[in-house]
């Protein structure tokens, strides 16, 4: 029998980074293993009992139970090597068929998948999907396509908006307040903003060099993202243009990667160039890193993250085979 990992520290003793408020106090992380995985990833909280997953390599919807760590599995028989999934509003699984050109609605009562196409020869490679809190809407980038889509639920429209700068690799996504979509342009030193109404993007830069994975955006509206290269967590005012930069606890080789905004507007996201991969928290109210912990299995990498506000958790699945939660709610520094 596997058990899941559990690990709870009350000391770690690391270099305390630039702008840290001591004591930098971690969070209890559990993690579950997912036997004969090939990349379980991307897990999203229906509720205390339900956590949806997608299984990339070995293509299939995974649905964890957390009180017993049982796993049922939906295969994809058509293999399309899914790489995300949310639950819309209407209360469907949609996952991203990243290398069949599709995205797909999965009806966890029946199991009936409906398959919206993208318009051919375009965004053939649907990657993150996020939904709009209005639920008329699921926005999605595609990497390589260079492209920013959005499905309307209502008869499943594809709308397309490309990036004008080529190779941007439009990446991480995430909805503000306001209802706009912000995207992190791995590809480039520059976020984008998409006008809902009009569908017109602006592109904003940042600091030359940076290369922003994940995007997260806090209830008054400032963007914030994961600078994959530099090892640094930037901040975008759209208001008044001002940006900031925070170095992170492992440096220029750390390689933040994902991210999520709890309900008291603190970012946590995940260091990835070192093993263990360290599961990192900054509060906006103090601009300072507030909680630096170690992911128990080491993680490999992080890549994606989901807070569910009603337990109080962040949900990733990480390179390691497993499903893992932290409880940030609950944190000591609290």
Known sequence: ??????????????????????????VEIKE??????????????ADADTVWFVDQGDNFIGRLDPASGAIRRFALTDEPGPHNLIQAPDGAIWYTGNIAAYVGRFDPA?????????????????????????????????????????????????????????????????????GRPWVALLGTDKLASIDPASLALTEHAVAPGSRPRRIGVTTDGRVYYTDYRRGKLGRLD???????????????????YGMAVDRRDRVWLVET???????????PARDAIISITPIPSGAGSVRHMHYHAPSGTVWFGTDAQTIGRARVDTWIGN
């Not at 058990?3 to 930098?24: D, Q, R, T």
């Not at 579950?32 to 909280?45: E, H, I, L, T």
């Open 238 to 256: 759209p208001r008044t243009g001002t940006l900031d930069e925070w170095a992170l606890p492992q440096g220029g080789g750390g390689g933040p």
């Open 110 to 178: 029946t199991g009936a998948i409906e398959k919206i196409a993208m318009p051919a020869g375009k965004a053939d490679d649907p990657h993150t999907l996020v939904a709009d809190p209005g639920g008329q809407f699921i926005w999605f980038t595609a990497q390589w396509a260079n492209a920013v889509g959005r499905i309307r639920l209502a008869d499943r429209r594809v709308e397309l908006i490309e990036v004008p700068t080529p190779r941007a690799r439009p990446y991480g996504i995430a909805v503000a307040p306001d």
């Open 273 to 283: 160039g070192a093993e263990p991969n360290t599961f990192v928290g900054f509060d």
């Open 1 to 26: 029998m596997r058990f899941p990992f559990v690990f709870l520290v009350f000391c770690f003793f690391a270099p305390v980074p630039a702008g840290a408020i001591e004591p930098l106090h971690p």
């Open 32 to 45: 579950w293993p997912v036997a004969d995985s090939a990349r379980p990833r991307d897990p999203f909280a």
